[in-house]
T-cell receptor, first 115, second 115 residues
């Protein structure tokens, strides 16, 4: 069974540009989460999808971030326009169950550098 | 709000020595507790989790963790460290009530293993 995949693995862009990160969850997983880790600090929650619906987007830092999950499969996270403080590693995770006691499986992350 | 503290940013041990990584949490009740590991270039891999029951939890790769309610701790242990255990370790908590499903992470502990 394939795990959670993320693309690209690395992205280097200039301030003001747009970047789109993609996450493919484990097949059949309804729950999809985005997290990010900035400057070696804690991994912080961004948002949670259940199928194609945003269940919780309380962690999204501002309106420069837009997440979508078309058809309840893969998800994209767009940053437009990117700022220096957006640099970090963006992780995606997925889980199968609807209950809270489920395991989240993480992808390898996308390292974003904004110059 | 829940929080997680990993007081040790970096730990160095010799191969074959025992290991204990500390984790303290703040939460109004007993949370769900997790330990993840991230090796270089890899995603976060679940080592073990505690939901309820026996407070001593066995995980993969010979790791175990003990939940101590009185100390709000969930320390990770391994009796004999291998060079391949060098990685970054994250403790995380999940809420057991309310609508949130996301994990709250500690800042991580980087483990170096000396030959």
């Amino acid at each position: 069974e394939a795990g959670v995949t993320q693309f690209p693995s690395h992205s280097v862009i200039e301030k003001g540009q747009t970047v789109t990160l993609r996450c493919d969850p484990i097949s059949g997983h309804d729950n999809l989460y985005w997290y990010r880790r900035v400057m070696g600090k804690e991994i912080k929650f961004l948002l949670h999808f259940v199928k194609e619906s945003k269940q919780d987007e309380s962690g999204m830092p501002n309106n420069r971030f837009l997440a979508e999950r078309t058809g309840g499969t893969y998800s994209t996270l767009k940053v437009q326009p990117a700022e220096l403080e957006d640099s970090g590693v963006y992780f995606c995770a997925s889980s199968a169950a609807r209950g809270r006691a489920d395991t989240q499986y993480f992808g390898p992350g996308t390292r974003l550098t904004v110059l | 709000a829940q929080s997680v503290t990993q007081p040790d940013i970096h730990i160095t041990v010799s191969e074959g020595a025992s290991l204990e990584l500390r984790c303290n949490y703040s939460y109004g009740a007993t949370p769900y507790l997790f330990w993840y590991v991230q090796s270089p270039g890899q995603g976060l891999q679940l080592l073990l989790k505690y939901f309820s029951g026996d407070t001593l939890v066995q995980g993969i790769k010979g790791f175990e963790a003990e939940f101590k309610r009185s100390q709000s701790s969930f320390n990770l242990r391994k009796p004999s460290v291998h060079w391949s255990d060098a990685a970054e370790y994250f403790c995380a908590v999940g809420a057991t009530s309310g609508s949130a499903r996301q994990l709250t992470f500690g800042s991580g502990t980087q483990l170096t293993v000396l030959p």
